[in-house]
């Protein structure tokens, strides 16, 4: 049988159960940071429970006894309230179940592990990637400028020529009344165009934390197409599109997914833009893939990819004069956080394909249940 002696030894909280979840021993790392005293956890089965945080004890206890009832043992993450100085940390909780021979559970055997200081450090990773990420969607808008101002540019000076025409229309005599009603139809149409634009451009330059909700993929592929025609224009791309009707939605942040297109669509104009030979053919493409996913493909005609396109999506790895290589490192980052892949394969006869595969619906939870002991 397990040594209480050996778990006396370790330096994290150890514990044993009884069969039915009645605990028997306790060691002393996890009695000092509760305060509590092996009789008093002897003689309340759910000693533990007074440590955690009121918030999270009707999903700890759930946990607790859905691992003990089916002999599973259990995982999770509670706060816990450290005695010395009444602060609580984050603790992942942990049992196993040790059997006899006929599988009859004889023990549970855990730990209370504090992982106080890895959840603050991944918290602040991620609020360091959300940063980077937004420095990357700020400097792509950069490189858009000018088919942003052509994007406003359009619908103000259509709403200038309609606005010239129903004064035109209302200086006659008599007025031409529907003329001129027309007319402002046409600039309440184009002054809600403009707005459009300038939404969609403040909501992708913005830094909000992250968002899921439904997104239409192709919708979201031609809004980020409207920011990018002046660029394929400027660099003589050719640009088709062969977008599948009735994909289900993907669930996610739309602002994010379309940050990945634009890149890979970005990327590609830039790959091509030193082409002098045969055409510069950009060609943006979803379909159903595996059951339940789709992918979204940005091929060019460019002049292929490195050795190990691998590489291309490691941080600081860049094959541009001026770039940071960051770009697709982020690219790869937030597709993985929705469930996805990322990858690139080379195009013929000549060019790069980059897919992004996406599940439809919300990507599975990581983790099982999770909170403390």
Not at 126 to 143: C, D, K, S, V
Not at 208 to 217: D, M
Not at 279 to 300: C, H, K, M, N
Request: aromatic share 6%; hydrophobic share 40%; with cysteine.
């Amino acid at each position: 049988m397990l040594s209480h002696e050996l778990l006396q030894q370790l330096p994290v909280c150890a514990w044993t159960l009884k069969p039915d979840g009645t605990p028997d021993f306790v060691n002393r790392v996890w009695l000092e940071f509760a305060g509590q005293t092996l009789d008093f956890v002897r003689s309340h089965p759910e000693a533990w429970m007074t440590a955690v945080h009121p918030e999270d004890q009707e999903f700890a206890a759930k946990s607790f006894w859905k691992g003990v009832r089916s002999g599973q043992g259990f995982a999770f993450e509670t706060r816990s309230l450290r005695a010395q100085d009444g602060v609580y940390r984050c603790h992942l909780q942990q049992a196993l179940a040790l059997r006899d021979a006929e599988g009859k559970v004889l023990k549970f055997v855990g730990t209370t592990t504090d992982i106080d200081d890895q959840k603050r450090a991944e918290e602040a990773l991620r609020q360091a990637a959300a940063e980077l990420a937004h420095a990357n969607r700020i400097a792509t808008m950069g490189q858009l400028s000018a088919s942003i101002a052509h994007e406003v540019n359009q619908p103000i000076a259509a709403t200038l020529m309609n606005a010239g025409t129903a004064a035109r229309f209302l200086d006659r005599l008599p007025p031409n009344l529907e003329e001129a009603r027309q007319a402002i139809d046409h600039i309440i149409r184009d002054g809600k165009r403009a707005a459009d634009v300038v939404s969609r451009i403040r909501n992708f330059s913005q830094k909000p934390p992250p968002q899921n909700g439904v997104v239409e993929i192709n919708e979201a592929i031609l809004e980020i197409m409207g920011l990018t025609r002046v660029a394929t224009s400027e660099h003589g791309v050719l640009v088709k599109m062969q977008l599948s009707d009735g994909l289900p939605p993907i669930v996610g942040d739309r602002v994010q997914l379309q940050q990945v297109i634009l890149n890979l669509i970005m990327n590609a104009i830039e790959a091509m833009s030193d082409v002098t030979e045969g055409p510069r053919e950009l060609l943006i493409s979803t379909s159903e893939a595996e059951p339940g996913s789709v992918i979204v493909a940005v091929s060019d005609s460019g002049p292929g990819l490195p050795a190990n396109p691998e590489h291309l999506f490691e941080a600081f790895y860049t094959t541009k004069a001026s770039g940071l290589g960051m770009g697709l490192a982020i690219c790869r980052s937030i597709t993985q956080n929705h469930g996805g892949r990322l990858w690139a394969t080379p195009n013929a006869p000549h060019g790069a394909v980059f897919c992004m595969l996406l599940p439809f619906g919300e990507k599975s939870p990581e983790n099982p249940e999770s909170s403390t002991p």
